[in-house]
């Protein structure tokens, strides 16, 4: 069984050449910025996978494997940056669905170039263990 959601690209404080200030309360104020960005993120993909499971007729969805198309403009992003930035949305996400996420694999990590109404957002796509060849 597969079950895709949809996301926004996670902010870019996630992503670890983000830039961080120099000083060492800068380096504080930033972490503390970090750390709110990744509850937000989480919590959101939290609600956006129960909102999917609404949608299948059974409950629960035992996710084995987790594949992502990124769209993006411009510059084609780091395939690592894309990966940090995704943590929180598949934590959210294997919460939701009853799961540890240490029983995930990721597969895939598609990066696709748009100029249409798709850049700027993320489909996470999962799959039950029946599903992973």
């Known amino acids: ?24 309360r800068g380096a504080k104020t ?3 910025i970090k750390a709110s960005v990744k509850k937000k993120t989480r919590n959101t993909a939290y ?7 609404s949608t299948i007729p059974q409950r629960n969805f035992p996710a084995r494997l987790v594949e992502v198309t990124w769209y993006y403009k411009g510059m084609k992003p780091d395939v690592d940056n894309v990966v940090a930035r995704l943590k929180p949305l598949i934590d959210g ?41």
């Open 47 to 53: 609600l956006k996978a129960l909102c999917a499971l």
């Open 93 to 133: 996400c294997a919460q939701a669905f009853g799961i540890n996420d240490r029983e995930l694999e990721l597969g895939r990590v598609r990066r696709v170039h748009t100029l249409g109404k798709e850049a700027g957002t993320l489909m996470l796509h999962f799959n039950t263990e029946n599903d992973i060849s």
């Open 30 to 32: 930033h972490g503390i």
């Open 1 to 24: 069984m597969k079950l895709d959601i949809e996301f926004s690209h996670p902010d870019r404080v996630l992503s670890p050449n983000s830039n961080a200030p120099l000083s060492a």
